[in-house]
């Protein structure tokens, strides 16, 4: 699996970050419970549930008749600095697989979790 640059990692958390403050300047917006960003460059996805962060890896198919998405489950395993000692459970982990889930399903994007 290739990991997308930091850079490009950096730039969708800048991005959030501008959307979020002006979501609650502007909008008078609350903080949802969680959010899916992205993807960043082609192969990843921001998911924020507060102040924790991590990526969920993915791969774009062509060509492929029922999946447009392949969804790499094992990528779900730890939270990005500062909470990376933080156990993920097999509990939190499925509900972080179906929040991305019914994401790309509101995206009309035809998935498939490996």
Same mark, same amino acid.
């Given at each position: 699996?290739?990991?997308?640059?930091?850079?490009?990692?950096?730039?969708?958390?800048?991005?959030?970050?501008?959307?979020?403050?002006?979501?609650?300047?502007?909008? =008078?917006? &609350?903080?949802?419970?969680?959010? *899916?960003?992205?993807?960043?460059?082609?192969? #990843?996805? %921001?998911? !924020?549930? @507060?102040?924790?962060?991590?990526?969920?890896?993915?791969?774009?198919?062509?060509?492929?008749?029922?999946?447009?998405?392949?969804?790499?489950?094992?990528?779900?395993?730890? =939270?990005? &600095?500062?909470?990376?000692?933080? *156990?993920?459970?097999?509990?939190?982990?499925? #509900?972080? %697989?179906? !929040?991305? @889930?019914?994401?790309?399903?509101?995206?009309?994007?035809?998935?498939?979790?490996?």
């Amino acid at each position: 699996m290739i990991k997308n640059s930091d850079s490009a990692r950096n730039l969708l958390l800048v991005f959030y970050e501008i959307d979020e403050f002006l979501g609650k300047i502007l909008f =008078w917006r &609350p903080a949802p419970a969680y959010r *899916v960003v992205g993807p960043s460059g082609d192969r #990843e996805y %921001l998911y !924020r549930e @507060g102040d924790h962060i991590l990526w969920i890896c993915v791969e774009w198919l062509i060509g492929e008749p029922e999946v447009d998405i392949l969804v790499y489950t094992d990528s779900v395993h730890r =939270w990005d &600095p500062p909470y990376e000692r933080e *156990v993920i459970s097999e509990e939190k982990r499925q #509900e972080i %697989l179906h !929040r991305f @889930g019914a994401y790309l399903v509101k995206g009309k994007a035809r998935f498939q979790f490996q």
